[in-house]
């Protein structure tokens, strides 16, 4: 199965509203990551925390990391219809493989 | 800023033909990555490359080859294309250095008939 499992799978909230999605991993890892896909588009990154940070913030985002849970979250404060979007985690393994692992995604829609 | 570009945004091909999809980029990244994009599971990997000539399987290598012959362009191969393959491609790449955030095209939407 996946290494990273995002919660919920869809979300609906309003504009204004905060918005939050976890993500739950394996295995230990160097570094999590957040990208973000508009429908029909490659994916674009957000937001990267290593593994001995535990809270980052860029902007409207806020990602915690949890490494005793294996557990991250995204928060996007004061949402706008232009986020809606689907968010995925990856994460950067601590086990050589070179390459990022994504979960499935959360797919936000943000109404008007 | 990063561009990766894959040359097709959308194809059709038949079953048993061979597929090649390319993807470029032009920030002389050493990494270069091919994922398939399918609804419920996510993005899985299929090939990567850390290098000119080098190539490593990634969790779904089955029916599919790569070639890397210049630093700025890896290609993935469908041998004998199968419905089972129709989905979206997404070619990545990323710097060698550092903590890597792969820089993503705009997908190429396959459909095998």
């Known amino acids: 199965s996946q290494q990273g499992e995002e919660d919920p799978q869809a979300l609906s909230i309003q504009e204004g509203e905060n918005a939050t999605m976890n993500c739950s991993y394996k295995t230990s890892i160097n570094n999590l990551q957040w990208y973000r896909q508009n429908s029909g588009r490659g994916l674009v990154h957000l937001i990267l925390?290593?593994?001995?940070?535990r809270e980052k913030h860029s902007g409207r985002l806020r990602v915690t990391l949890d490494t005793s849970k294996k557990s991250s979250s995204l928060l996007i404060t004061a949402s706008r219809a232009a986020d809606t979007a689907s968010y995925f985690c990856?994460?950067?393994?601590?086990?050589?493989?070179?390459?990022?692992?994504f979960g499935s995604g959360t797919r936000l829609q943000v109404q008007p | 800023d990063v561009k990766v570009t894959q040359s097709s945004r959308y194809l059709v091909k038949r079953t048993g033909e061979k597929v090649f999809l390319e993807c470029v980029q032009d920030?002389?990244?050493?990494?270069m990555f091919w994922y398939r994009q399918d609804p419920g599971l996510g993005l899985r990997l299929i090939y990567f490359?850390?290098?000119?000539?080098?190539?490593e399987k990634g969790d779904i290598p089955e029916g599919y080859s790569v070639s890397r012959e210049k630093k700025e362009r890896f290609s993935l191969i469908l041998e004998s294309a199968s419905t089972n393959q129709t989905s979206m491609y997404l070619c990545?790449?990323?710097?060698?250095?550092?903590?890597?955030?792969?820089?993503f095209g705009n997908g190429t939407r396959l459909t095998v008939t």
């Open positions: 990856a994460t950067d393994m601590d086990t050589g493989r070179r390459a990022l692992t």
């Open positions: 920030m002389d990244h050493e990494n």
């Open positions: 925390i290593r593994s001995n940070e």
């Open positions: 990545a790449s990323s710097s060698r250095q550092g903590t890597r955030p792969l820089h």
């Open positions: 490359s850390y290098d000119v000539k080098m190539k």
